[in-house]
């Protein structure tokens, strides 16, 4: 094998780019290694592990790391390297009238002069040490805006909510993954059809969990506020939960809001709930002794007057590894999530086991989320050699286009190893990925699939415990 490695000084460019730039260059033949990625530590680690010499290096240094079968091999996967970051850096350039903005503040008047008419809301996807200037950008613009980004110290956090405040628009974030407002998705937003539910969620994955089973059950949404994961902590104290209560409260689209957090803190649940709206409020507030999200939504479903569905699962295959073949010997959980609340709601659950939430800001610092690159969850679904893995498969726009492509033989090789695998599918009949091929690719390939975090939280501690697997989804308190 041949190595090239090279750390290219004060060159950035996005993760998800440069994902798919490694995956390009992995696909190349004779290439058994490429790793294009900024040179945080996390990812200088991951290459050193790898077996790769890596001189220092900062992290708003590019990090290639390449290693092929020959020396032909090295040179032809430099050159598609050169050529596709020569592309992006072309995309920036050409006639002045054709460049995009570049502030958030002419973006938003840019806005204005096209036909598209005026801006309400700003995305902003930035690291994380720019977004406080990016965001406070928009809001002296007069506008509403989502954080996408994640590490933003959170003093920066409560300065731009009570500016927010004062101007008069919402901040959704940061850390805010999954919005939809009016029918936009913004982020990782699932296909939602339209209806009287409004969702003001502190949590991304955990929102998505809501209102894909809102949407399995025939029922839709209004808008879905992301407010950051932080929002209801006692440092940020509710500060854009409250705007957002208040605002659906106010909207006449909105005949019921649903509340979605992580565990918050109790003081901030106790003054979210008594906000005194004239809406009516079910939360789906994580914790012990709380509902989970399943029940949380099933309450929902009752408010509205309608029956809770059964929520589609595929069980394992006769014979999979940790159903009848396991012959009852338990065995150690291990959850590998993408989505924080997820992963909170099923450790809390299954009570037991080691849970790790590749969607933390330890993980994602230079890299791409795990909902788009799940390459540090299959290298941890590859390293189990027994007992059960519990992991998230999180669908919507902005998410892996085909997640079951990676994922489905990872999870037939671990089955072979004798590795019980089960799967929460988050997502919806309308989703680009196909819930149900999805479904079925994974089903296939040896896991047992649910569209309930919860049933499946469950399942993998019946499996893990050696007792007997609960027959169907069985919702109730935590």
Same mark, same amino acid.
């Given at each position: 094998?041949?190595?090239?490695?090279?750390?290219?000084?004060?060159?950035?460019?996005?993760?998800?780019?440069?994902?798919?730039?490694? +995956?390009?260059?992995?696909?190349?033949?004779?290439?058994?290694?490429?790793?294009?990625?900024?040179?945080?530590?996390?990812?200088?680690?991951?290459?050193?592990?790898?077996?790769?010499?890596? =001189?220092?290096?900062? =992290?708003?240094?590019?990090?290639?790391?390449?290693?092929?079968?020959?020396?032909?091999?090295?040179?032809?996967?430099?050159?598609?390297?050169?050529?596709?970051?020569?592309?992006?850096?072309?995309?920036?350039?050409?006639?002045?009238?054709?460049?995009?903005?570049?502030? !958030?503040?002419?973006?938003?008047?840019?806005?204005?002069?096209?036909?598209?008419?005026?801006?309400?809301?700003?995305?902003?996807?930035?690291?994380?040490?720019?977004?406080?200037?990016?965001?406070?950008?928009?809001?002296?613009?007069?506008?509403?805006?989502?954080?996408?980004?994640?590490?933003?110290?959170?003093?920066?956090?409560?300065?731009?909510?009570?500016?927010?405040?004062?101007?008069?628009?919402?901040?959704?974030?940061?850390?805010?993954?999954?919005?939809?407002?009016?029918?936009?998705?913004?982020?990782?937003?699932?296909?939602?059809?339209?209806?009287?539910?409004?969702?003001?969620?502190?949590?991304?994955?955990?929102? +998505?969990?809501? !209102?894909?089973?809102?949407?399995?059950?025939?029922?839709?949404?209004?808008?879905?506020?992301?407010?950051?994961?932080?929002?209801?902590?006692?440092?940020?104290?509710?500060?854009?939960?409250?705007?957002?209560?208040?605002?659906?409260?106010?909207?006449?689209?909105?005949?019921?809001?649903?509340?979605?957090?992580?565990?918050?803190? =109790?003081?901030?649940?106790?003054?979210?709930?008594?906000?005194?709206?004239?809406?009516?409020?079910?939360?789906?507030?994580?914790?012990?002794?709380?509902?989970?999200?399943?029940?949380?939504?099933?309450?929902?479903?009752?408010?509205?007057? $309608?029956?809770?569905?059964?929520? =589609?699962?595929?069980?394992?295959?006769?014979?999979?590894?940790?159903?009848?073949?396991?012959?009852?010997?338990?065995?150690?959980?291990?959850?590998?999530?993408?989505?924080?609340?997820?992963?909170?709601?099923?450790?809390?659950?299954?009570?037991?086991?080691?849970?790790?939430?590749?969607?933390?800001?330890?993980?994602?610092?230079?890299?791409?989320?795990?909902?788009?690159?799940?390459?540090?969850?299959?290298?941890?679904?590859?390293?189990?050699?027994?007992?059960?893995?519990?992991?998230?498969?999180?669908?919507?726009?902005?998410?892996?286009?085909?997640?079951?492509? $990676?994922?489905?033989?990872?999870?037939?090789?671990?089955?072979?190893?004798?590795?019980?695998?089960?799967?929460?599918?988050?997502?919806?009949?309308?989703?680009? +990925?196909?819930?149900?091929?999805?479904?079925?690719?994974?089903?296939?390939?040896?896991?047992?699939?649910?569209?309930?975090?919860?049933?499946?939280?469950?399942?993998?501690?019946?499996?893990? !415990?050696? !007792?007997?697997?609960?027959?169907?989804?069985?919702?109730?308190?935590?």
């Amino acid at each position: 094998m041949n190595d090239l490695v090279e750390v290219r000084a004060g060159i950035y460019h996005d993760s998800v780019s440069l994902m798919r730039v490694s +995956q390009a260059l992995a696909a190349l033949p004779g290439v058994a290694v490429a790793i294009v990625a900024m040179a945080t530590e996390l990812n200088v680690g991951l290459a050193r592990d790898a077996g790769f010499a890596v =001189p220092p290096a900062t =992290p708003g240094d590019l990090l290639v790391a390449i290693r092929a079968a020959s020396d032909e091999a090295v040179r032809e996967a430099a050159a598609e390297l050169e050529r596709r970051l020569a592309a992006r850096e072309a995309a920036g350039t050409g006639p002045r009238e054709d460049r995009p903005p570049r502030t !958030t503040r002419s973006a938003v008047r840019a806005a204005a002069r096209s036909a598209a008419g005026e801006a309400t809301v700003a995305l902003v996807s930035v690291p994380g040490e720019y977004a406080f200037l990016e965001a406070a950008d928009a809001v002296e613009a007069g506008v509403s805006v989502m954080i996408f980004s994640d590490n933003v110290p959170v003093e920066q956090e409560i300065l731009l909510k009570d500016r927010a405040r004062e101007k008069g628009v919402l901040v959704m974030g940061p850390d805010c993954g999954t919005a939809v407002i009016g029918g936009a998705g913004l982020g990782f937003a699932n296909v939602l059809r339209p209806g009287p539910v409004g969702v003001v969620a502190a949590s991304g994955t955990g929102a +998505q969990q809501v !209102t894909s089973l809102l949407d399995l059950a025939g029922v839709g949404v209004s808008h879905l506020l992301g407010v950051g994961g932080r929002d209801l902590s006692a440092e940020v104290g509710g500060r854009s939960a409250i705007q957002a209560l208040r605002a659906l409260d106010a909207d006449p689209a909105t005949e019921l809001i649903v509340l979605v957090s992580k565990p918050p803190a =109790p003081e901030v649940a106790r003054a979210v709930r008594d906000l005194g709206l004239g809406t009516k409020v079910v939360t789906a507030l994580l914790g012990p002794g709380q509902d989970d999200l399943t029940a949380a939504v099933e309450k929902v479903l009752g408010a509205l007057g $309608r029956e809770a569905p059964e929520w =589609p699962s595929w069980p394992a295959p006769a014979g999979a590894a940790g159903e009848e073949a396991r012959g009852g010997e338990g065995g150690p959980l291990r959850g590998l999530y993408s989505g924080g609340t997820l992963c909170a709601e099923a450790a809390i659950i299954a009570g037991t086991g080691e849970f790790t939430d590749f969607g933390d800001d330890a993980y994602t610092r230079g890299r791409a989320h795990p909902m788009i690159d799940p390459a540090l969850r299959l290298e941890a679904l590859d390293a189990a050699e027994s007992g059960v893995v519990l992991l998230d498969v999180v669908l919507g726009h902005g998410a892996d286009p085909d997640p079951s492509a $990676r994922l489905a033989p990872a999870v037939a090789r671990a089955c072979g190893r004798g590795v019980a695998v089960v799967v929460a599918l988050i997502g919806t009949d309308g989703d680009p +990925q196909g819930l149900g091929g999805q479904a079925a690719r994974l089903n296939e390939a040896g896991a047992a699939v649910f569209t309930s975090n919860a049933a499946a939280a469950r399942h993998a501690r019946d499996l893990a !415990t050696a !007792t007997r697997p609960s027959p169907g989804p069985q919702m109730g308190a935590l």
